[in-house]
């Protein structure tokens, strides 16, 4: 049987030197736990730009498609500021999405205990946190149509439809509650049915699909009263299910419960291949970094940690992906920090290689 297929897109600013972290994890798996991958690399954002004049080439997508899952860095740069909107970095990413048909964001919210006192929250409200947000990624009021800028009554106006068919709120529904099974059975639905129409039809189906799932606790909640109660009881939710733009602002504030955006993964999944999997990108949510991009003071673990979703979501590898995430927690608890993780007591943070050196270890140990 052929090894699984992984697609490596490092990108920008910090993408290659965090992204040069889960080769070596990927590698320890291979010669440590007999599980290889199949692993090609290429470009996308201003690095495909630089070299093609485009954020994505044809050929790269290509390949996309035909990967069992594919790892993303980072996009984009103050380099490629002045391009124009259609060939700025953003968009090979935006074009990966949409062409592969990733509908269903998943950003957990997790927090480390040796980090709970990184959030601006108290250590009380954010210790043992573990929240999955379900965003719908492809549709919505970022696609929909009307849109654009135009003159009215010599007055300039600016329109975007939200837009959602019952088809794609209930395949997002599905994956939600396929991911609530497997945790601790419980969902929110967050929009704003009280003011949208769209709301009601969410709310509708999302009730509907339920009936698929009748093991899982379904609950409705209003987005803006979502928001206040992620920074109230934020414990309160295992997973989260909403639309594009609510997502993503909701997983936005979710992530600063955490402490750092180094420290956040994210996976993106679409709809079954041939082989049963389902076509999916993992990237971490912390972005270029160009200010500290090829000082080796960036934080790898977000990247680490979306190599360890893929484990888990696309290949079924939980028992692996555990150990990887265990091997963190570790290195954490032992006090290991990247400059991002530094508390006030201050001390010598580690580089973007000696965490990476410290995570192979506890991998190491694990066995």
């Known amino acids: 049987m052929a090894n699984p297929s992984l697609l490596i897109l490092a990108g920008d600013g910090i993408g290659p030197e965090v992204m040069d972290e889960v080769k070596r994890i990927i590698g320890w798996f291979g010669d440590k736990r007999g599980v290889a991958f199949d692993v090609s690399e290429d470009l996308v954002g201003g690095a495909a730009y630089d070299a093609h004049g485009v954020p994505l080439h044809d050929d790269t997508m290509a390949k996309a498609q035909e990967v069992d899952a594919v790892l993303l860095g980072a996009v984009g740069g103050p380099k490629y500021d002045d391009l124009d909107f259609s060939v700025k970095p953003e968009r ?128 409705h909640m209003y987005a803006d009263n979502g928001a206040m109660q992620l920074v109230r009881a934020p414990k309160q939710f295992d997973v989260i299910y909403t639309d594009n733009l609510f997502g993503d602002i909701l997983s936005d504030c979710a992530a600063m419960l955490t402490g750092s955006l180094g420290m956040l993964p994210s996976a993106s999944l679409g709809v079954p291949m041939e082989n049963g999997r389902p076509k999916a990108m993992y990237e971490p949510v912390h972005g270029s970094a160009p200010d500290i991009a090829g000082q080796g003071k960036a934080n790898p673990i977000a990247c680490i940690l979306s190599f360890a979703m893929a484990l888990r979501y696309s290949f079924d590898l939980g028992a692996e992906a555990d150990r990887l995430e265990a091997a963190i927690e570790k290195v954490l ?35």
Request: hydrophobic content about 40%; overall charge negative.
């Open 333 to 367: 608890a032992d006090g290991a920090r990247t400059g991002d993780l530094m508390g006030p007591e201050g001390g010598t943070p580690l580089s973007t290689t000696q965490m990476g050196d410290a995570i192979l270890g506890a991998l190491d140990a694990s066995l």
């Open 92 to 219: 090979g990413l935006l074009r990966l999405r949409k062409e592969m048909d990733l509908f269903a964001n998943l950003r957990p919210a997790q927090c480390f205990d040796a980090l709970a006192d990184f959030s601006s929250l108290k250590r009380d409200i954010v210790s043992g946190l573990d929240i999955m947000i379900v965003r719908e990624l492809t549709s919505g009021v970022y696609f929909g149509e009307p849109r654009g800028i135009h003159m009215e009554e010599n007055m300039r106006v600016g329109v975007n439809t939200q837009r959602y068919t019952e088809a794609e709120i209930e395949r997002g529904a599905r994956a939600a509650f396929e991911l609530a099974m497997k945790r601790d059975k419980r969902l929110c639905s967050m929009e704003k049915a009280n003011v949208m129409e769209s709301g009601i039809l969410w709310r509708d189906v999302v009730t509907e699909v339920h009936a698929d799932y009748p093991e899982v606790e379904l609950s």
